[in-house]
């Protein structure tokens, strides 16, 4: 048994595959195990990973499954103390899983971890931050901390964080074996999208810590670079034209689940947010309703999910209140 999962799950990702997986090789840290989960790629993926990489154990899907489900098929294969749950448009610096494997031994309570994430352009590495932890406001809007910021050090003492970004977490699987529901530890009805987020907020609610571990350095390809703390409505707006239909559909369909699942009670910075979002969906993406039709689906299914969660609660409202910014 090894003491790290590499999970990594593909999806049309030939342009990242070599230089991910020569990253990851190239880590000083080797007590590790790859394990490939392909979600129906209809590019070239799986004839490099083939080519270059006939070592690896590949399970093939005919069609995408979702990241979520594909991810939590590859955490019950595998056996190990920690999970890295490894994106195919990742980067890795060498001393990356050393450095986070190091503070998870020394830190018992702490669930996951992530280090300072910087942003690929073009293939190539620059100081911009794209993540360097999740950080939730009180109206329950969640961001990728830092993102889109020079990184000039600012983020360079190792904190504690309301949660990592989906982008290359580690977790432990005591943790993640606490909060698993119906055998899923990412939660399956997300498909894909704010998966990350759901479960920082259930680690967080059954007492487990997040840190950030900047001396561990990785990049990562991220379509939308603008720095999503510092913007204005319209620019957020604007910054959400840029996505696909489908990132837009399950990132605005996902956060409804997010705030059944986890929100105690609806709070008026909650509710205007959600207002403000829905006129919007309303005038400017009205095809994007039917995250509204889905969500009426699930709702008692999230009911349960949430009644389980905050069975298993170990923190207070005011410690998890000190959370929103």
């Not at 759901?198 to 939308?224: C, E, F, K, N």
Request: aromatic residues 12%; glycine residues 4%.
């Amino acid at each position: 048994m090894s003491k790290v999962s590499i999970n990594l799950v593909t999806w049309n990702g030939a342009k990242y595959i070599d230089n991910c997986l020569r990253s990851v090789f190239a880590q000083t840290f080797k007590d590790y195990s790859i394990l490939i989960i392909d979600n129906g790629s209809s590019d070239e993926t799986l004839a490099i990973i083939k080519e270059q990489y006939p070592q690896l154990k590949v399970i093939e899907h005919k069609k995408n499954i979702g990241f979520a489900k594909a991810h939590n098929q590859a955490i019950h294969w595998s056996k190990s103390d920690y999970v890295l749950l490894l994106n195919q448009d990742v980067v890795l610096a060498s001393g990356y899983l050393n450095d986070l494997v190091n503070f998870l031994d020394n830190n018992s309570m702490a669930g996951s971890v992530a280090g300072k994430i910087l942003r690929l352009q073009d293939e190539e590495k620059t100081n911009y931050i794209d993540s360097v932890g999740l950080r939730i406001y009180k109206n329950y809007r969640v961001v990728d901390m830092g993102a889109g910021e020079v990184d000039e050090g600012q983020y360079d003492a190792i904190t504690e964080i309301f949660g990592v970004s989906g982008a290359l977490p580690v977790y432990r699987r005591k943790a993640l074996e606490e909060i698993m529901y119906q055998q899923e530890y990412l939660d399956e009805s997300f498909f894909s999208y704010k998966e990350d987020v759901d479960l920082a907020h259930r680690l967080i609610t059954a007492g487990w810590q997040s840190w950030r571990v900047p001396t561990a350095v990785a990049y990562h390809d991220r379509t939308v670079s603008s720095p999503y703390e510092k913007m204005t409505a319209v620019k957020v707006a604007q910054n959400r034209q840029k996505k696909s239909k489908f990132a837009k559909f399950y990132s605005y369909r996902n956060h409804l689940y997010f705030l059944k699942k986890n929100l105690s009670r609806l709070t008026l910075a909650v509710f205007f947010y959600e207002l403000v979002k829905a006129v919007y969906v309303l005038l400017f993406e009205p095809r994007n309703l039917r995250a509204w039709k889905d969500y009426f689906h699930v709702r008692k299914e999230l009911k349960a999910k949430r009644d389980l969660i905050q069975k298993r609660r170990k923190i207070s409202e005011e410690k998890l209140s000190s959370w929103l910014s």
